[in-house]
C-alpha cells in the first residue's frame, strides 16, 4: 500500500511521533508533505501575537526557546538510529523517505503528483489545512485524520488544553477516515489514556503522540488488511472548540496546570 502523509512544519512534538510510525512504515510511505504552520489567511506574525495573546510573554518565550534550541539541533547535532531528531525532514531522511513542503494540499497540481504516485492512502497528521473534497476522493484507501481526542467531544484546535483546561481526567485519540465535516468521518480506531494529575501541557502532549502513533498504525493495518470495521461518529452532541484566550488560560491556570 502506497502511503502518503500530509502534516505540519513542526519541530517540537512531531518528530519523535513520526520517527515512531516511519520505524514500521518507512517501505511503504511515498511522501511526507508539510504544509506552514498557519490557520486560514493568518501569517506567521498573526499567529505568534495570537499566543502571545492568549497565553503571555513568558510562555512565548519559552516556545521561543524551544524551537530555537531543535533550530540549532537540527543543524549541528547528528542523530543516532533512535534520535533524538528536531524536525520532520531529518526523521524523513533518517528513512529514506521523501520529505518536501507544500502550498496547498487541495491544489490540481499536487494531486497529479499524488496520483502519479500511486497514492492508496492519504494520512493526515495535524494538517492545517481543510480537505475539499477532490482530495478525500483522490486515494482508493481513503484519507485518515488523527485527532487527540474522544471524538466528537473536543472537536476544533487544542483539544490537549481544552481538556487539561476543562479538568478532564481520560484523554485519548481518534483515528477516522475524513469527509466534508470536520472531525465526524467514521472511526477506525479509538484508544483512551489517563491525564496524569501533575503533567504539564509540554508533558501531556509529548506522551500523547507517542500514544498515538500505535493507534494510528493500527488504523493503518486494519485499512490494509481489509478487516476494519469502522463505525460513524454521533452527530449530536459533542463539543467544539477554537483557539484560546486570555480567560481560557487563567481558567488553565487555575487548575493548578503549567504549559511548560
Known amino acids: 500500500m502506497n502511503i502518503v502523509f500530509l502534516t505540519v512544519e513542526e519541530r517540537l512534538y512531531l518528530p519523535a511521533f513520526f520517527h515512531a510510525v516511519l520505524r514500521r512504515r518507512a517501505a511503504d510511505t511515498r511522501a511526507v508533505f508539510m504544509c506552514p504552520l498557519r490557520h486560514g489567511r493568518q501569517s506567521t506574525l498573526d499567529m505568534v501575537r495570537k499566543y502571545r495573546r492568549a497565553f503571555g510573554w513568558g510562555n512565548l518565550a519559552g516556545l521561543a526557546r524551544r524551537e530555537i534550541k531543535a533550530r540549532v539541533c537540527d543543524r549541528l547535532c547528528r542523530p543516532g538510529p533512535d534520535g533524538p531528531f528536531h524536525s520532520i525532514e531529518s526523521v524523513a531522511r533518517r528513512h529514506e523517505v521523501l520529505c518536501e513542503t507544500i502550498a ?3 491544489a490540481a497540481d499536487f494531486h497529479e503528483r499524488l496520483r502519479a504516485m500511486g497514492t492508496d492512502l492519504v494520512v493526515s497528521v495535524s494538517c492545517p489545512q481543510i480537505f475539499k473534497q477532490p482530495l478525500i476522493d483522490l486515494p482508493p484507501r481513503g484519507c485518515l485524520n488523527m485527532h487527540g481526542a474522544l471524538l466528537p467531544a473536543y472537536r476544533g484546535l487544542a483539544p490537549s488544553f ?20 470536520i472531525d465526524l ?6 484508544d483512551r489514556f489517563p491525564i496524569l494529575p501533575d503533567e504539564t501541557l509540554e508533558a501531556f502532549i509529548v506522551r500523547s503522540k507517542r500514544l498515538s502513533a500505535d493507534t494510528l498504525l493500527r488504523a493503518i493495518d486494519l485499512l490494509e488488511s481489509g ?8 452527530r449530536e452532541g459533542g463539543s467544539y472548540f477554537s483557539f484560546p484566550s486570555r480567560e481560557d488560560y487563567l481558567a488553565f491556570r487555575r487548575r493548578g496546570r503549567r504549559i511548560w
Open 162 to 181: 481544552w481538556m487539561m483546561k476543562n479538568g478532564e481526567t481520560e484523554a485519548g485519540v481518534t483515528v477516522f477516515l475524513v469527509n466534508a465535516d
Open 104 to 106: 496547498d494540499v487541495n
Open 227 to 234: 478487516t476494519a470495521e469502522t463505525w460513524p461518529l454521533e
Open 185 to 190: 468521518g467514521d472511526v477506525v480506531a479509538v
